[in-house]
Nanobody
Framework: QVQLVESGGGSVQAGGSLRLSCAAS????????MGWFRQAPGKEREEVAT???????TYANSVKGRFTISQDNAKPTLYLQMNSLSPDDTGMYFC???????????????WGQGTQVTVSS
């Protein structure tokens, strides 16, 4: 049974930092793409960052240069280091897993419950 459990969310002032973690279990972690998504109230869920088993990463334009996705396959745990946070980063953050198909990622099919990030001005 696939389980993804996020942690590390909280409230922070603008300019601050947070590090999110996502503990994974129940599948062969190293063969899956992993991603962070977020959803703000009244908005659609958006992709924040992804990492492929080959190590390739992608970032939303809005977080490039501020957020860093990484993972520890031995644990296995996914991370999102978030720096220079702004109120626009407020939302529920979810981690997700997708099967890797060669150099691409399939649709993200496994989801965690989310962790709330609130950034005040």
């Amino acid at each position: 049974q696939v389980q993804l459990v996020e942690s590390g969310g909280g409230s922070v002032q603008a300019g601050g930092s947070l590090r999110l973690s996502c503990a994974a279990s129940g599948y062969t972690y190293s063969r899956y793409c992993m991603g962070w998504f977020r959803q703000a109230p009244g908005k659609e869920r958006e992709e924040v960052a992804t990492i492929h088993p080959y190590g390739r990463t992608t970032y939303a334009n809005s977080v490039k240069g501020r957020f860093t996705i990484s993972q520890d396959n031995a644990k296995p745990t996914l991370y999102l280091q978030m720096n220079s946070l702004s109120p626009d980063d407020t939302g529920m953050y979810f981690c997700a897993a997708a099967a890797s198909v060669g150099s691409r990622c399939a649709t993200f099919q496994y989801w965690g419950q989310g962790t709330q990030v609130t950034v005040s001005s």
